[in-house]
């Protein structure tokens, strides 16, 4: 059975976006095909096997989908990708298109139980999975997980390392001959690609997408940061299986022609050298894989050639981390906005650092006046401000802070396999609710000012994380901070600060406190334990990983409480 896939928008408003030519209309091998015949000796791919052209991507895409096909994906048929990020991710993404397939990516590293759960829901009939990466072998792994999962057919295994035994090795699907293969050529508004987020949710969200949601909605994003419509060079930080790396075959390639940098993992290493050797023209990544590289630059003083844009989301982007990242890549700092539930707005590349200060920045709000997202784009994704609190949703007063919500061309098909949160975050006309909080100024800029859920409730009082890391990552001696609740018997939750330290003395927690009391902060939002780290651990998709660091706060010695619930400092080194 293929799990049936529902589009939640109101077809004539999807389709008015192809007919006035927001969208391609096209899908994305039918795109990217274009492109190779236009400009057939482009480089297509750099990684670390070197560079592979548009046409030489283009048969290897055209073997791997006669393989397939001939083990039998067919149209509508899902099929899982744990690759690391490389050529053989860029081939599937692209064979899965031309055959009407839908690719469901997912990042090397996450485990067995949730990639489980992804084809479960899924209903995936295959799966592409690394025979070995950095010590885990995902291909056998997902071959044992094959009892439990009666839809899946193929465990198919990518080299380098041997393919286990029972599954279909990849090479030999590489060698098919495609001289007789024919494109399904799909509907451009059918599904495409499944997007996974983390979010807040028991297990995570699978959020499918169609060819025109991707190469339009999201391919309109990454236009409106060429300013010259050149063909992009983009460097991906961040694994082309995540949510963010979707922004790789379907937009850098399919839709605009560019070129793919792609690191088969992170490190600020590795990252500064593809910089200096490839140039590239944008850059995408999160706060907390920048903040290392700039530490690495400070160490050698190397200069970099500049980008168009340095692209940051995934995580609040701070005053300081862009200013700092302004200068050492000398180009705009991007602060993106966004999710793969289908939100998307940035700061555009004309944009200062992003600041609480603005044309009305004195909007009432218990958080303060938030971050700067820059003013939404409706070729790319409307957004809205509603009142969380009314039934219908309606629109909140202007300049007042209200749920956001978004509807436009990048817009979602639906939640995989999830109809619970289909009711619970989009409405009956087709719009996303975020769960986030914010407001729209004067001028039409957006400014998020903290999550509805996203806080910890310390004695029945709020606290709000995205706060008080904005303000703690204007300490001079914070290089980065996480901050995350910790349950207590007494209090419910407190507050801990997990902070990487800048070179040097690393501040304490009465010096982190005295900074926030400088910057308005009322007390009751300080954070109460501070953990420094050498490094924020990162989840397989490029994010701070926030149980991580509970984890290792719940290894460390609690603070003893107060009569009053107060509690005296602590501070842990790891």
């Known amino acids: 059975m293929t799990v049936v896939l529902h589009d939640l928008l109101p077809a004539p408003l999807r389709r008015s976006w192809a007919a006035d030519g927001t ?32 046409t030489a991507l283009d048969r290897k895409v055209r073997c791997l989908a006669t393989g397939l096909e001939a083990v039998g994906i067919r149209p509508g048929d899902v099929v899982g990708v744990q690759l690391p990020g490389g050529r053989n991710a ?51 792994d997902l071959l044992a997980l094959a009892p439990a999962l009666p839809a899946l057919r193929h465990v198919i295994a990518a080299g380098p390392g041997t393919a286990p035994e029972g599954t279909v090795p990849l090479s030999r699907l590489l060698r098919s001959d495609p001289s007789a293969f024919t494109p399904a050529r799909p509907d451009p508004d059918s599904a495409a690609r499944i997007l ?32 010259d419509r050149t063909p992009p060079r983009c460097l991906f930080l961040v694994p082309l299986a995540s949510a963010f790396g979707s922004n790789g075959t ?8 560019g070129t793919l940098v792609l690191l088969d993992h992170f490190t600020p290493e590795a990252a500064l050298d593809a910089v200096r050797e490839h140039e590239p023209t944008h850059i995408l990544g999160v706060p907390t894989m920048v903040r290392m590289m700039l530490d690495r630059l400070e160490n ?47 700061t555009g590349l004309d944009a200062g650092a992003p600041s609480a200060d603005g044309p009305n920045s004195g909007a009432p709000s218990a958080d303060g006046p938030g971050v700067v997202a820059g003013r939404p784009d409706p070729r790319v994704a ?35 396999g999830a109809p619970d949160l289909d009711a619970r975050y989009r409405t009956p006309d087709g719009w996303v609710r975020t769960g986030d909080l914010g407001f729209l100024d004067d001028d039409g800029t957006l400014h998020v000012v903290g999550r509805l859920k996203d806080v910890v409730i310390r004695g029945g009082a709020n606290i709000s994380p995205a706060e008080v890391e904005r303000e703690l990552a204007a300490h001079p ?30 501040p304490t927690l009465a010096e982190l406190c005295d900074h926030l009391t400088a910057r308005g902060l009322e007390q009751r939002k300080h954070p109460e334990r501070l953990l420094l780290v050498a490094e924020l651990p990162l989840t397989p998709a490029g994010k701070p990983d926030r149980p991580a660091l509970r984890e290792r706060l719940a290894g460390t010695q609690a603070p003893q409480p107060g009569a009053d619930g107060a509690a005296a400092p602590s501070a842990e080194a790891v």
Not at 385 to 390: F, T, Y
């Open 477 to 506: 001696l914070v290089r980065d901070v996480v901050c995350v609740g910790i349950p207590d018997e007494l209090m419910g939750e407190r507050l801990a600060a997990c902070i990487v330290a800048t070179a040097g003395d690393a």
């Open 90 to 140: 860029v081939i599937a993404d692209l064979a899965l298109a031309a055959l009407g397939a839908v690719a469901l990516p997912f990042p090397v590293g996450r485990g067995s139980i949730e990639a489980e759960c992804l084809l479960r829901r899924a209903e995936a009939v295959a799966v592409i999975a690394a025979a070995e990466h950095r010590g885990n072998q995902h291909a056998a």
């Open 23 to 54: 969208c391609p209309d096209l899908d994305l091998y039918s795109l990217y095909r274009a492109h190779q015949i236009a400009d057939p000796h482009r480089t297509a791919v750099i990684d670390a096997k070197g560079k592979l052209c548009y």
């Open 382 to 416: 409307d957004i809205r401000i509603a009142d969380p609190e009314a039934a219908d949703l309606k629109e909140a007063p202007d300049g007042t802070i209200g749920e956001i919500i978004a509807r436009g061309p990048m817009t979602p098909l639906c939640y995989v």
């Open 300 to 346: 050698c003083g190397a200069d970099l050639p500049a980008p168009t844009a340095l692209i940051l989301g995934g995580s609040a982007l701070d005053e300081t981390t862009a200013e700092n990242a302004r200068r050492a890549f000398g180009c705009p700092v991007v602060n993106l906005y966004g999710s793969a539930d289908g939100v998307n707005c940035h």
């Open 196 to 227: 996974v987020s983390s979010g807040s949710e028991a297990e995570p969200k699978m959020v499918a997408y169609s060819h025109n949601a991707l190469a339009g909605g999201r391919g309109n994003f990454l236009a409106s940061l060429m300013p």
């Open 250 to 257: 379907a937009v850098t390639l399919a839709r605009h022609g």
